[in-house]
């Protein structure tokens, strides 16, 4: 996820407690899905796009905070 960005990711999980249980909240849903998709952990069809839904919404949020970084860390 967001290859680009992996020394600001580092940076961001060190340093912005809400950056950091975005991506902590992001990896759950991934190896929750992962499960339900593999069938470790049996889920309606809805269940796991309503998971996906999330992770994704969690994704655009942590977007959001590293395009400002990067922004910020530019001007400065």
């Given at each position: 996820?967001?290859?680009?960005?992996?020394?600001?990711?580092?940076?961001?999980?060190?340093?912005?407690?809400?950056?950091?249980?975005?991506?902590?909240?992001h990896?759950?849903?991934?190896?929750?899905?992962?499960?339900?998709?593999?069938?470790?952990?049996?889920?309606?069809?809805?269940?796991?796009?309503?998971?996906?839904?999330?992770?994704?919404?969690?994704?655009?949020?942590?977007?959001v905070?590293?395009k400002?970084?990067?922004?910020?860390?530019?001007?400065?």
């Open positions: 996820m967001f290859p680009e960005f992996r020394d600001l990711i580092s940076k961001l999980k060190n340093a912005d407690p809400h950056f950091s249980r975005l991506f902590e909240q990896n759950e849903l991934d190896h929750q899905i992962k499960r339900m998709e593999s069938g470790v952990e049996s889920a309606a069809h809805e269940t796991i796009e309503t998971l996906k839904k999330q992770k994704l919404r969690l994704k655009d949020e942590m977007y905070i590293l400002k970084a990067e922004a910020a860390a530019k001007s400065a």
